[in-house]
Structures are given as structure tokens and as C-alpha cells.
């Protein structure tokens, strides 16, 4: 009875042994991401023409657009990650007004493929909670209409982001609901700063 009892304890000691480096074996993995991205421009703008033209003047920012996110990567230790993907940032939309009335309207668009490490320490055995650090490429485009035509610029950038990153694991970890906050700031040729805050919803899918 000693033997059995012993022999019982060795194998569920070894299986949990087993699981432990099963979770370390690293993947390759793929995901995809819904984004709600809030930028500064409605501010930005709106304190640049007070600032430069007096009162009277206001903007109505439309809110967080929806922007998309894909990606490669590697996967290591619990659930920690580097990854390699593409983002198309939710589009920025809004109108000024002088003293009450539409003078005109604006748009603003961003995208660009990053590189991005996850480091994440294990809640328990499936949920997973962490930080994020990449570096995000970037192409800005800038569009104003108003009563007298249009107006458009670009300028693009490489810029480094940061921010927190979840994971809760199932399908006998082969895959992962993922949620994330991150905050980007990029810079253009002309110091000018355009920020977003951005919060993520997406899935992972793992390849071993």
C-alpha cells in the first residue's frame, strides 16, 4: 500500500512537473486585435488656435475611432512575447467653429508596422498580466476642408510605445483572449506631438 501511495505521489508530482515545462516550451503564435485609439489632436488643435488667432474659436472632437492590429511572434515562458505586426490607428474626425458657426473640418489618419516585447507574469494558471514595450513605425496624414478648399499634410516617424498587456488562456493553451492599454506619442520632423491612448481587444492563436 506504502509503494502504491508512493509510486502515486511520484507520477502526479512528475505530471505536474510535465505541465511546468510544457508551459515553458516556447510557440509560435499569430493574432489579430480591435483597437479603440483616442488621440490629442482635437485639443492640440483647439489650444493652437486660441492660442494664435484669440477667442471664438472651439472644436468637437467626434471621439476614439476603431483601428486594427495583426501580428506574428514567438511566445516564451508563461506567456510572455516578442511580436511583429502592423497597426491602423481608429480615424480622428472632427470640426472647428467660430463663434458658434462650422468654419471647418479635419481627419486624421496613422498606421505603420511596430516591434514589440511583452513581458507578463503568471496570475494563476491560465490569466497572465504584464507590461508592454515596442516601437512603433509610423505615416501620419493630416486632412482640413473648409469653405475655401483643403488642406493636407504627412509626416511619418519611428517612435517607441509602452503599456499594460492581460491574457487569459483556454482551449488547453493553444489560444488566448487578450486585452491591453497602450499610450503612443509620436514626434514629427517639426517637434509637433500627436498622442493616442489606445485599448485593445484581440485573440491569439499558438503553433508548437
Do not use: C, H
Amino acid at each position: 500500500m506504502k509503494r502504491i501511495l508512493v509510486m502515486g505521489v511520484a507520477m502526479l508530482a512528475a505530471g505536474n512537473v510535465f505541465s511546468a515545462e510544457e508551459q515553458r516550451k516556447g510557440a509560435f503564435m499569430v493574432g489579430a486585435e480591435f483597437v479603440k485609439d483616442k488621440s490629442n489632436y482635437g485639443d492640440e488643435l483647439e489650444d493652437a488656435l486660441l492660442n494664435r488667432s484669440g477667442p471664438g474659436f472651439s472644436v468637437d472632437d467626434e471621439g476614439a475611432g476603431t483601428g486594427t492590429g495583426f501580428y506574428l511572434g514567438y511566445a516564451f515562458g508563461a506567456a510572455s512575447s516578442v511580436r511583429l505586426g502592423y497597426r491602423t490607428f481608429g480615424n480622428q474626425d472632427g470640426e472647428v467653429f467660430f463663434s458658434g458657426v462650422k468654419a471647418s473640418e479635419y481627419k486624421v489618419d496613422a498606421d505603420g508596422a511596430y516591434l514589440a516585447v511583452d513581458l507578463m507574469y503568471p496570475i494563476n494558471k491560465t490569466f497572465s498580466l504584464g507590461g508592454t514595450l515596442g516601437l512603433q513605425s509610423w505615416d501620419g496624414d493630416i486632412s482640413i476642408k473648409n469653405t475655401y478648399g483643403s488642406y493636407s499634410d504627412s509626416s511619418n516617424g519611428r517612435d517607441f510605445f509602452y503599456g499594460l498587456r492581460g491574457k487569459a488562456k483556454f482551449n488547453e493553451d493553444k489560444a488566448a483572449f487578450v486585452v491591453g492599454y497602450s499610450l503612443y506619442s509620436f514626434e514629427d520632423e517639426e517637434g509637433e506631438e500627436l498622442e493616442y491612448n489606445s485599448f485593445s481587444l484581440g485573440l491569439e492563436g499558438y503553433f508548437r
